[in-house]
């Protein structure tokens, strides 16, 4: 029993030390190289050529660790499949990216239309497996049953924050550190609600802390659209098998944040005909133009999530 509580982290967490040191000079040799949108900080620059989709490694890591140690199928493949499911859109962008040499992959209808084909068929499975729709209500031993509309507003959350945790993926460990903190109380949740998901939530954390030995500041190597849109639908997907798709909104409310900026700064421009409310979006960018050197947003937006994490514990 023990056993799937900490030796799927290990598990991961060794195979990225074997694996990114293979990949990273695979990766320089294909020319697997980061774009840099031009309009960004100028200080980002440098890190064009950086290797990309290091989210493979990720996806390999935890795949094979969960693999390894799982105890309830019916849910953890679903998970698994959802993961490597966005985690293969991603693939499709950042090869795009590669193959026509800029920061543009996949078109955004494009892009949507995956994620929410995805997205239905995970909550399709839900459905026929009769999960069931009750959801638990924050700071209350209540539940509710939404009924049908727990299915559309269940995809609507993976997308929503799949896009979020892309928008996230913008900084050196950002990503890597943030999700660190959410996948560790998806763990507790887990454990106190019978630990059997425990071996995903604990295959993830490994594969993180593995990885981010290479993604941390100066980064050797970037997860890509391969590992953001998994993480988002690794994170969406375990918060509804664990019935907390609410606490979502607390404990991933730096996702929400990112990609909540970018549409604010988007119908800002237009309706403004050309100003804008942030300095820049993502709203990382627009810290980091305000004098933050990288490493304390990072710092900062890991440590409010570990303080949003801690509320979340309250309203369970």
């Known amino acids: 029993m023990k056993a799937q509580f900490v030796w799927p982290a290990i ?18 040799k294909l020319k697997f190289g980061q774009y840099i949108r031009e309009d960004g900080p100028k200080e980002h620059m440098k890190k064009a050529g950086t290797p990309t989709m290091g989210g493979i490694a990720i ?21 698994l499949l959802l993961t490597l499911g966005m985690g293969l859109i991603g693939l499709a962008d950042d ?17 949507f239309g995956l994620q929410f084909l995805v997205a239905i068929l995970f909550v399709v499975y839900l459905g026929a497996t009769h999960f069931g729709t009750e959801i638990q209500v924050p700071f209350s031993s209540r539940t509710w049953n939404l009924g049908f509309m727990y299915y559309v507003l269940a995809v609507l959350l993976i997308v929503g ?4 945790s892309n928008f ?10 943030v999700t660190l903190v959410i996948a560790a109380f998806l763990w507790v949740v887990s454990m106190i609600a019978g ?3 425990t071996s995903a939530m604990s295959a993830m954390i490994g594969a993180l802390l593995g990885f981010l030995v290479f993604n941390t500041n100066p980064a050797k190597v970037f997860m890509g659209d391969t590992g953001s849109l998994a993480i988002g639908g690794f994170v969406t997907g375990a918060a509804l098998l664990l019935k907390i798709p609410i606490l979502v909104f607390i404990i991933a409310f730096i996702y929400l944040l990112e990609v909540l900026s970018v549409i604010i700064q988007v119908a800002y421009f237009k309706l ?9 979006a993502p709203i990382h960018h627009h810290f980091e133009l305000g004098g933050w050197k990288e490493t304390k947003v990072v710092t900062i937006f890991t440590i409010a999530t570990a303080v949003l994490c801690m509320l979340a514990f309250a309203a369970l």
């Open 272 to 280: 403004t005909h050309g100003k804008r409310f942030f300095r820049m």
């Open 195 to 197: 630990g059997t998901m």
């Open 59 to 79: 996806l390999i890591a935890f795949s094979i660790a969960l693999l390894c140690f799982m105890k309830d199928s019916e849910r953890v493949i679903p998970l």
């Open 161 to 164: 924050f799949d896009n979020g």
């Open 95 to 111: 090869l795009l990216k590669i193959v026509f040499k800029h920061n543009e992959g996949l078109k955004p209808w494009q892009k």
């Open 168 to 177: 996230t993926d913008g900084l050196d460990g950002l990503l890597t550190s």
């Open 11 to 28: 598990v991961a967490f060794v195979l990225q030390l074997i694996i990114c040191p293979f990949m990273i000079p695979m990766l320089h």
